[in-house]
């Protein structure tokens, strides 16, 4: 069982930014692709971004293209989400997710950490 562990979520003005993290209990981490999802209240589990087993491939949704970036380093077994430019719309529960395929369906994770808060003010 793979334990999933974010942390970095705050309140933060529009314009802000944050940086969360997901640490990973499981040492073959390197091996499997991992991805961000939110959910807003009211709404559907969003994708927002994945990257492969070694970094070297990201995705996001259109929404958050060129102001979040995920990362990975696979010795502290930790995943990032650097989040800049941060609007209203970007409120939600921040999950991280471990997975088997690079993809943007929630279906193809296997793993889910509890989720971090993230509230953006204007």
């Known amino acids: 069982q793979v334990q999933l562990v974010e942390s970095g979520g705050g309140l933060v003005q529009a314009g802000g930014s944050l940086r969360l993290s997901c640490a990973a209990s499981d040492r073959p981490f390197s091996y499997y692709v991992m991805g961000w999802f939110r959910q807003a209240p009211g709404k559907e589990r969003e994708f927002v971004a994945a990257?492969?087993?070694?970094?070297?491939?990201?995705y996001y949704v259109a929404s958050v293209k060129g102001r979040f970036t995920i990362s990975r380093d696979n010795a502290k077994n930790t995943v990032y989400l650097q989040m800049n430019s941060l609007k209203s719309e970007d409120t939600a529960d921040y999950y991280c997710?471990?997975?088997?395929?690079?993809?943007?369906?929630?279906?193809?994770?296997?793993?889910w950490g509890q989720g971090t808060q993230v509230t953006v003010s204007t």
């Open positions: 990257i492969t087993s070694s970094g070297t491939s990201t």
């Open positions: 997710a471990l997975g088997g395929k690079y993809s943007f369906s929630a279906r193809d994770y296997l793993y």
